[in-house]
């Protein structure tokens, strides 16, 4: 018996875990958290495993603690599960050897993630798979999120029953974060698979009182080899007990799962090789071309090791003449990826050509029109090998170019642009439960930027009447929602719109103010396409029932609306927030309901006569600038010559200007005290104070007027500079404010495009020379900070600790960041809100990475002492003279700059010149979250405070 379920792939994966397991060993890491955070959830509602128990669930200070506590349970007989990804599936490499080498029916799921390289990448792709193929692990690969819940029970059975270690994985985000409406089986059903006599087989040989054997121990050359070479029955053995589970699932689920499945013509010449999602789309593909009269076809890898020539014979057709092989993955230096070379080995005795090719890395969207563009490779009278999709590649010149390919589909499209914490994603996840639940089949795809909150969350809907597998980007919109109006005057959202679609905006602006907002594209397709466009102002709404920002129940409202989805829809929409919103008590189901009822009013139709195409503005094209307007697929790899190592330069989050607040802090002179409250706890130093003379205010184009008396100092000018266009509204600064006579000194206001000049003017430019010492609240804000406009949460309390640290040391500062919320929201391109040498390495090891930094530079500067010891003699007086001022005060930060262009301007030996970058002094700070110090990279801070060197340390504890 099967169930209907809308979940996504996480939570596929787990339903499959929970049955087989007894204690899960977890440590949280993107995008795999979601399936430990489930497991933990159920096991504490007491829902029970095939034992009829509640899983022991073990969170650790790592994934090295979370491998070892599931290592060690399997020893001790326990079935035993753990989830990871990315980095810290690469800390579980060593405990993965261990556990296949002891034959343990461990089990990992693993939503697949880019590993850092040149850069760190929370998106999905094969890297880290690929990292553990020679632990032993036998892997099983999941291509959509149904595929992910009966995967988990063929890696959990086939685990128990081979003796042998399963790695499941699918891919991150793409599968793990993907709704969809699947269809799985009762656990009842599953029960039936289970071969309980090779549980009991298993937990036998556990190590228990009574038994006198030894495990773990040491060999000599002469007996190790042998000892290795004897597992190999089990691994040949195991495609035969993987291909028995996956019958018998066939049986009771009405699938056709095989080791490899084949899909398309049966004598198909031209075929794909392939493993993960992107198999779905190349069904789609397949399906076109075939109907088109080519002979296509697609093997789909779901048992990747052990890698099965006999299996991946018995589905390759004896027509093919030519194969493509994808790799999620690039393996720089190799003669080709992992799978492409496992293939070529299979056939190489065959008279087929074989080309390989890289796709998708870090979640690169995979469309229709790249899939064609392989299949047009291979079917070229000369196909390129080891090509690349989804980029261009005009460096060296490997990339295929993309083949337009329409496809008829059933279902329609709704992409809906939100503002990160704004509710959008939870709106929509509402809208495909509620229309899942009933008749349609759907599914959802969000896309996400690195902004810790406040950011753009893009989601990719599909409703139809039959099963909808379409893993990648909306192709033609039927229905596009913008949460946040000034998006359509920064990105192309409506981009591909059908003719005739829909629109909707929040909105609070008027016609006019409207159509000066939207970009001349925008307008072009809202004209051209004669779209319908509705508005809606909820800002009353917001305040009324005190909403916090939060109009997502409303905008889903309106989405019901306006697809004309029925009352039925609706009704079981409010039942839906009653049953969401319950925990957070009455009044605010109430609100949230009351505000849906009054909702109708303030949704309006536009009449597109008043939207008028002007010229289209144009913007300098930079990688930076085409990032932060949503439009870096269109870099080609020549953009990236200059960044091939990852380096980037600061201070780019100054261009990015989003004006995401719908209120900025406007200062009333006549009530402010000059504290500076206001700039200490902006965690974006967006609010500055300056003490100007009368010349600079005019510089600045700012009245004397608009100032009042610098206290403390004569003939100074005291003003506070907002940035608006780069305030998220936290309100702190507002909150944070004394003011006088019960009068604040700032209040909520609308933004201003003189005032936005205004700060950029002073900020880059005005350097406050004032009396007033620096480690006071007052003295600080005059401080010129070098963290500035970051990616963090609105309100965060980590960056106000950031941006007051760079006011205190200013320039002579290097951080080694651990990585984690702070480098997240300190390095996500495009935004660089540092302007100070900044650099991040692992989550694991930021205290020894810091204390290597600081290490070398101690060093370098320990020998250019040497050199001017060792050549005071040869040089001319003066440079003799800078030489003692130098090693006299090297520690000085003001001095050694003076110092460094000095001796730069001088007749020096070379191998002093060579080190002149390292005269100025400096201070290595290390910077991390409590999970960084606390657990994960414990020891290594232990041993670098013990090391007792010249490091500072700032640990940024949330107390979560």
């Known amino acids: 018996m099967k169930k209907n379920y809308i979940i996504d792939g996480n939570e596929a994966s787990a339903m499959g875990a929970y049955i087989f397991s007894e204690l899960c060993g977890i440590y949280p890491i993107t995008p795999a958290t979601p399936m430990a955070t489930l497991v933990d959830k159920w096991s504490s509602q007491g829902r029970k495993n095939l034992f009829n128990d509640t899983v022991k669930v073990i969170e650790m200070q790592s994934e090295v603690g979370a491998a070892a506590v599931t290592h060690g349970a399997l020893q001790a007989g326990s079935l035993a599960t753990t989830f990871s990804a990315s980095q810290g599936l690469l800390l579980m490499i060593p405990t993965m050897y261990k556990m296949a080498g002891e034959m343990l029916p461990a089990v990992i799921h693993v939503a697949a993630r880019s590993i850092a390289t040149h850069a760190l990448s929370i998106f999905g792709d094969h890297q880290d798979i690929y990292a553990t193929r020679s632990t032993g692990f036998c892997m099983l690969s999941s291509s959509s999120v149904e595929d992910a819940y009966y995967m988990s029970l063929v890696s959990h059975l086939a685990a128990i029953d081979g003796k042998l270690p399963f790695l499941h994985f699918f891919d991150g985000f793409r599968t793990s974060h993907e709704l969809n409406k699947v269809s799985l089986l009762d656990d009842n059903e599953v029960l039936k698979l289970i071969d309980y006599e090779k549980i009991y087989e298993f937990k036998r040989k556990a190590l228990n009182i009574g038994k006198e054997i030894t495990r773990g121990t040491s060999q000599t050359a002469d007996v190790y080899f042998q000892n290795t070479e004897v597992r190999n029955k089990y691994y040949n053995d195991m495609p035969n007990i993987v291909n028995k589970y996956m019958e018998k699932i066939n049986e009771l689920a009405q699938t056709s799962y095989k080791p490899f499945n084949y899909y398309g013509d049966p004598k198909a010449t031209h075929i794909i090789v392939a493993m993960g999602s992107v198999c779905e789309t190349v069904k789609t593909v397949v399906d076109e071309l075939n109907k088109n009269g080519r002979k296509t076809g697609l093997i789909e890898v779901f048992l990747y090791r052990p890698f099965s020539s006999e299996y991946l014979l018995n589905v390759l057709p004896k027509t093919v003449t030519n194969i493509a092989v994808l790799d999620r993955t690039k393996e720089s230096g190799s003669t080709g990826e992992p799978l492409y070379l496992d293939v070529m080995e299979v056939l190489k005795h065959k008279n087929i050509h074989i080309y390989g090719g890289r796709y998708g890395l870090s979640s690169k969207d995979v469309p229709l029109k790249d899939i064609n563009a392989v299949f047009e490779n291979i079917f070229s009278d000369n196909p390129k090998n080891g090509f690349t999709i989804g980029i261009v590649d005009d460096v060296t010149y490997l990339s295929l170019e993309p083949k337009e390919l329409n496809v008829d589909v059933d279902y329609k499209e709704i992409k809906v642009f939100g503002f990160g914490s704004d509710g959008m994603v939870g709106a929509s996840k509402n809208l495909m439960k509620v229309l899942g639940e009933k008749s349609d089949y759907v599914q959802g795809y969000f896309e996400y930027d690195s902004k810790k909150s406040g950011g753009v969350t893009v989601s990719h809907l599909r409703v139809g009447p039959s099963k909808i597998n379409a893993p990648y980007f909306l192709t033609s919109p039927d229905f596009i929602v913008i949460s946040k109006d000034v998006y359509l005057s920064r990105y192309f959202c409506l981009e591909n719109i059908k003719e005739n679609g829909k629109l909707l905006i929040s909105s609070s602006l008027n016609d006019k103010e409207l159509n000066d907002l939207i970009s001349y594209e925008n307008k072009k397709e809202i004209i051209d396409k004669n779209i319908k466009v509705y508005v809606c102002n909820l800002e009353e709404l917001n305040d009324k029932y005190s909403l916090g920002g939060k109009i997502n129940n409303i905008m889903s409202y309106y989405m019901f609306k306006i697809l004309n989805k029925g009352n039925e829809a609706i009704e079981d929409f409010k039942e839906l927030i009653k049953s969401t919103y319950s925990s957070k008590g009455n009044i605010v189901v109430e609100n949230n309901l009351n505000a849906l009822e009054e909702s109708e009013k303030y949704l309006e139709e536009v009449d597109n006569n008043i939207f008028v195409l002007d010229k289209s503005e144009t913007n300098d ?143 880059e430019n005005q350097d406050n020379i004032t009396p007033f010492n620096k480690f006071t609240v007052k003295g600080v804000g005059f401080q010129k900070p070098y963290f500035e406009f970051s990616g963090a949460c609105a309100g965060c309390g980590e960056a106000a600790y950031i941006k007051i640290l760079t006011e205190l040391y200013g320039k002579n500062i290097v951080i080694a960041n651990a990585t984690g919320c702070s480098s997240i929201y300190g390095a996500s391109l495009p935004i660089t809100p540092y302007k100070i040498p900044w650099m991040n390495s692992l989550f694991e090891d930021n205290a020894e990475f810091g204390l290597g930094v600081h290490s070398s530079y101690k060093k370098m500067r320990e020998r250019i002492k040497e050199i001017m010891i060792q050549t005071k003699d040869v040089v001319d007086s003066e440079v003799k003279e800078t030489y003692k001022e130098w090693i006299d005060n090297m520690e000085d930060d003001d001095l050694t700059l003076v110092i460094k262009d000095k001796l730069d301007k001088s007749e020096i030996p070379n191998e002093l010149r060579i080190l002149l970058d390292y005269i100025p002094s400096r201070k290595v700070w290390i910077l991390g979250g409590d999970g960084w110090a606390y657990d994960i990279g414990y020891g290594g801070l232990d041993h670098v405070l013990y090391s007792n060197e010249d490091v500072n340390i700032l640990v940024l504890d949330t107390e979560v």
């Open 621 to 763: 094209k930079t990688v930076i600038s085409e990032m932060i307007y949503r439009r870096g697929d269109n870099l080609s790899v020549s953009n990236f010559i200059d960044h091939a190592d990852g380096t980037y330069e600061g201070g780019s989050a100054s261009l990015d200007k989003r004006k995401i607040s719908s209120f900025v802090p406007k200062w009333c002179k006549e009530n402010c005290i000059q504290c500076n409250q206001c700039a200490f706890v902006c965690p974006h130093a967006v609010i500055r104070p300056f003490s100007l003379t009368d010349n600079e205010c005019l510089e600045a184009h700012i009245d004397k007027s608009e100032t009042i008396e610098s206290l403390g100092e004569k003939n100074k000018n005291f003003f506070i500079s907002v940035s608006e266009s780069n305030c998220t509204g936290c309100g702190l600064c507002i909150k944070a404010c004394p003011g006088k006579n019960g009068e604040k000194a700032l209040v909520e206001g609308e933004y201003s495009v003189r005032m936005d000049k205004i700060s950029d003017h002073l900020f």
